[in-house]
């Protein structure tokens, strides 16, 4: 009986300490397994982060681009030059056309009503007094008077071989000696001078004697 009961005591002990071993193994398995996991979360929290910096990068690149973009345009305009950006690529900027008197000299609506002819040598924009004039283009204002017949008058010497003449205006912004640019506003339309109704007579003069505007300018009115 004695010998039985050891025998069973020796058994329970083997069991027992063949579950304390077993679990000490899992137990060691897990803490492996859980370091592996510890290890694989503190990368994909680097993954993450760096995801959205790269991200931030991205937009932010791109709103500074937009920005330099919109700047550019603003600038652009704001010095009147003949020039656009396209997508940031293309900027083109004509400097020969500058100082070119090809573009309308009134902002705004206007029928031509009166041509060039031997006794009018000039083309004449009826408009609403007070339709902005502007210089066709770049130079310095030659002079700026008052004529009887013409009103009030401005002259631009474009530096080369032209010279443009505006008359009847209502008010002129600029004196002599000042410079302009290419379409910058210089006077309003008005109906100074031997007029009959507001309009703005618009001479070219190239080496002096009077062009035919038609030559320099389109217009389908
Ligand atoms: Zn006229």
Not at 85 to 101: H, M, N, W
Not at 122 to 133: L, S
Not at 182 to 189: M, P, Y
Not at 201 to 215: Q, T
């Amino acid at each position: 009986m004695k010998i039985i009961i050891a025998i069973l005591l020796i058994i329970v002990v083997l069991i027992t300490a063949w579950f304390y071993a077993e679990n000490i193994k899992l137990e060691k398995q897990v803490t492996k397994q859980q370091g592996e996991l510890d290890v694989s979360a503190k990368y994909i929290k680097q993954l993450n982060k760096k995801i959205a910096e790269d991200h931030n990068l991205v937009s932010s690149s791109k709103t500074n681009e937009e920005k330099i973009r919109a700047l550019m345009d603003t600038y652009l305009k704001e010095q009147n030059k003949d020039v656009y950006v396209d997508s940031g690529k293309t900027i083109q900027y004509d400097e020969q056309r500058r100082f070119l008197p090809d573009i309308i000299p009134v902002k705004g609506d206007f029928a031509i009503s009166q041509r060039f002819s031997e006794k009018h040598p000039a083309w004449d924009f009826a408009a609403a007094t007070g339709t902005e004039v502007v210089a066709v283009a770049a130079g310095e204002i030659l002079s700026v008077y008052y004529d009887e017949h013409y009103g009030n008058v401005i002259i631009i010497d474009h530096l080369n071989e032209y010279a443009t003449l505006y008359a009847h205006l209502a008010t002129i912004f600029f004196e002599s000696k000042n410079t302009v640019e290419k379409g910058e506003t210089i006077a309003l339309v008005g109906n100074t001078g031997n007029s009959s109704a507001p309009h703005l007579h618009y001479e070219i003069m190239f080496d002096g004697k009077n062009v035919d505007p038609k030559e320099y300018i389109d217009v389908k009115k």
